[in-house]
């Protein structure tokens, strides 16, 4: 819930960073599909620090914080 409320943050403030994000997902799942362990890890480093970056890039502490957003909590049964 924490990670979906500063994402939901970070595209507000970047929007390009969703497609960003998107595509590094893309890649990574690809490559544990196609049972290839080094790209898989080397587009998760990539995706972590380009969340990193985006933060920065958007004006947010990456280390601060996170404003709990209750919109993001899951849907109860």
Same mark, same amino acid.
């Given at each position: 819930?924490?990670?979906?409320?500063?994402?939901?943050?970070?595209? *507000?403030?970047?929007?390009?960073?969703?497609?960003?994000?998107? &595509?590094?997902?893309?890649? %990574?799942?690809?490559?544990?599909?196609?049972?290839?362990?080094?790209? $898989?890890?080397?587009?998760?480093? !990539?995706?972590? &620090?380009?969340?990193?970056?985006?933060?920065? %890039? $958007?004006?947010?502490?990456? !280390?601060?914080?996170? !404003?709990?957003?209750?919109?993001? *909590?899951?849907? !109860?049964?």
């Amino acid at each position: 819930m924490l990670l979906h409320s500063a994402t939901e943050l970070l595209y *507000q403030r970047s929007p390009r960073a969703r497609f960003r994000l998107l &595509e590094a997902h893309r890649h %990574v799942l690809e490559a544990i599909e196609a049972g290839n362990a080094e790209p $898989a890890e080397r587009w998760m480093r !990539k995706h972590i &620090e380009d969340f990193r970056r985006g933060y920065i %890039v $958007a004006g947010m502490d990456f !280390k601060g914080p996170i !404003k709990f957003n209750a919109r993001c *909590q899951p849907a !109860k049964p």
